[in-house]
């Protein structure tokens, strides 16, 4: 039998049962492996119980024998919708053990790519809202522009998804010309392409009615709650890692951090679209500063550690020093200093920090993630109980939640 | 006047004196250990009286051989007014790993916690739901833990037909 003590039946009536409901680990309302178990009052939520787990792969353990370079692949699988941001986390962690400094122009190439990956990634959260919400319009239009972003990744990487964008010092090689033929395609039809994906839900009234006033949270739960990222700023709080321990040159960008109010799902819609200008923005500037390196300096695209940099392939086959650094590095012979660090990065659904302890190996002695939605999904039971089944959804999809992220 | 590394702990020393200790600030972020059945006290004087109103992490690390402080405990805190950021630790040991809970104090413990105890087998004592989180609830041993390694990447004993090794 069920606990009907939170129910209160009025006089006379008849006792009442509730319902439970398994919803997922796979369902294809909740985008991704999450499981949760909700008491259902007809169709009012009394009480949810999250399980999370459904696919956990060990990387904190895999990666106690993987020497530096072999974890960013392992990064891509965190939040595989920003994987480039990520990387780039894991590279600026090692980069702040190993104590390199990387010239400008790859500080700059960094923040375009890992500003279209938090568009990509904000993109696809707030498409989703609308598909839950019944729009699948705006979804399949937008998704041609981040097909446009994987293009751009691919001219930089060759691959889409999960990128191993980068390494430790800079990028493997230079950005094509194709690469910034794209970039500056994505520059001029996007504003475009927001401005219509805004008018189709910023003002719908069936879009307003089912996100306004759902799934909100006070900034001080939020902050309680470990919030970060859109979600918490959605609630008030102007907290952004680009901002507050700038990396990799935030602080030449100007930008600013939206901020919501309620922190309800309507916020958290509307902060991700105003980061979104915000974003192009920041890759406006980072493109034009690019632009202004001249001669030797244009070709710059990785910080000169030969210790660390893996080179270039045809170079390890015709260079006395490429070949020995590319064995040692690839040998784990590289002298790797003992240290702890913690950093983090702005990642698209939050504050994504890597604590890192270094014994001398050739692996981390230590490796934990702090995945910014593993975090915050504690808080989707406060968020949804008391509320209907299907705004659950909505609230599930506005929290932006990765299940590959949150399961490490 | 916005908080700097030294005054954090001056403030500190001033509180608990001896019971805190292996003062660091390893790149930059200042660092100490606290007695074991100190952390929550230390948590909520850094809430209160510093403005450390954000607990970014809690996990933990495996030192095999510390005899009697096997297991650190590491939480990093974040005071987002005067945005810095701190870590202390609290050692327990592996026999008897028991640490007092933090969800009393900020509600995203409740996971991170979990999470520790999932791994390391860190006992938190009080902790309203302490259930394994990621892995399986049958499992019997704490993955993270340093007497567990992964298996040999090189070994040629297995024969898996599925995967071809």
């Given at each position: 039998m069920h606990d009907h003590n939170n129910i209160r039946l009025p006089e006379g009536s008849i006792e009442k049962e509730t319902t439970t409901l398994n919803?997922?680990?796979?369902?294809?309302?909740?985008?991704?492996v999450f499981q949760n178990i909700l008491e259902l009052d007809g169709e009012r939520i009394i009480k949810a119980d999250s399980t999370v787990?459904?696919?956990?792969?060990?990387f904190e353990k895999i990666a106690e024998r993987r020497p530096y370079y072999q974890i960013t692949p392992l990064t891509d699988r965190l939040n595989y919708c920003s994987s480039p941001i990520n990387n780039m986390g894991w590279h600026l962690t090692c980069e702040k053990l190993l104590d390199v400094k990387t010239p400008k122009r790859v500080d700059y190439l960094r923040i375009i790519i890992m500003e279209l990956a938090r568009i990509a990634d904000h993109l696809i959260c707030n498409s989703i809202v609308g598909v839950d919400t019944g729009a699948y319009t705006g979804f399949l239009y937008v998704m041609q522009y981040r097909e446009l972003i994987y293009e751009i990744y691919e001219e930089v990487c060759g691959s889409r998804l999960t990128t191993n964008i980068g390494r430790i010092g800079g990028f493997e090689r230079n950005f094509t010309n194709t690469a910034f033929q794209k970039l500056e395609k994505f520059l001029k039809e996007y504003p475009g392409v927001l401005e219509e994906f805004e008018n189709l839900f910023t003002r719908n009234r069936i879009f307003v009615e089912r996100t306004k006033g759902v799934g909100g949270i006070s900034a001080s739960r939020a902050l309680n709650y470990g919030f970060t990222g859109p979600n918490l700023r959605a609630a008030g709080v102007d907290y952004d890692v680009r901002v507050h321990s700038p990396y990799s040159s935030y602080e030449d960008m100007d930008f600013i951090i939206p901020i919501g109010t309620t922190g309800d799902n309507y916020d958290r819609y509307q902060v991700r679209n105003a980061e979104m200008w915000e974003s192009l923005k920041i890759i406006e500037q980072a493109y034009r500063k690019v632009q202004e390196f001249k001669g030797a300096e244009a070709e710059v695209f990785h910080a000169d550690v030969p210790a660390y940099y893996l080179p270039e392939k045809s170079d390890v086959y015709t260079k006395m020093e490429a070949l020995i650094y590319h064995f040692k590095i690839v040998m784990g012979e590289t002298e790797i200093p003992p240290g702890e660090v913690y950093n983090s990065v702005e990642g698209a659904n939050g504050e994504l920090g890597f604590y890192l302890i270094s014994d001398g190996g050739r692996a981390p002695y230590r490796l934990h993630f702090r995945r910014p939605c593993f975090v915050y999904y504690q808080a989707y039971p406060e968020l949804v109980t008391g509320g209907m089944l299907s705004d659950a959804i909505v609230t599930m999809s506005s929290l932006n939640l990765i299940a590959g992220e949150m399961d490490a | 006047m916005s908080l700097t590394n030294d005054i954090i702990k001056t403030r500190l020393t001033e509180k608990f004196g001896e019971l805190l200790g292996a003062w660091e600030e390893p790149y930059g972020m200042l660092t100490f250990t606290a007695a074991s059945d100190q952390n929550l006290k230390v948590m909520n004087f850094l809430k209160e009286e510093l403005g450390f109103n954000f607990l970014t992490d809690i996990t933990a690390v495996n030192y095999?051989?510390?005899?009697?402080?096997?297991l650190a405990v590491v939480y990093h805190l974040h005071n987002l007014v005067d945005n810095i950021r701190m870590r202390f630790k609290v050692f327990a040991p592996v026999e008897k790993p028991d640490i007092y809970t933090a969800t009393g104090i900020f509600s995203s413990a409740n996971w991170m916690e979990r999470e520790t105890y999932d791994f390391f087998?860190?006992?938190?004592?009080?902790?309203?739901d302490l259930r394994r989180i990621?892995?399986?609830?049958?499992?019997?041993?704490?993955?993270?833990?340093?007497?567990?390694?992964?298996?040999?990447?090189?070994?040629?004993?297995k024969d898996d037909e599925m995967f071809g090794r």
């Open positions: 919803l997922g680990p796979t369902h294809p309302a909740t985008h991704g787990g459904y696919i956990h792969r060990a | 095999p051989d510390r005899k009697g402080e096997e087998g860190v006992n938190f004592v009080g902790h309203p990621l892995n399986v609830d049958e499992m019997d041993y704490f993955p993270l833990r340093k007497e567990y390694p992964l298996e040999d990447q090189t070994r040629i004993d």
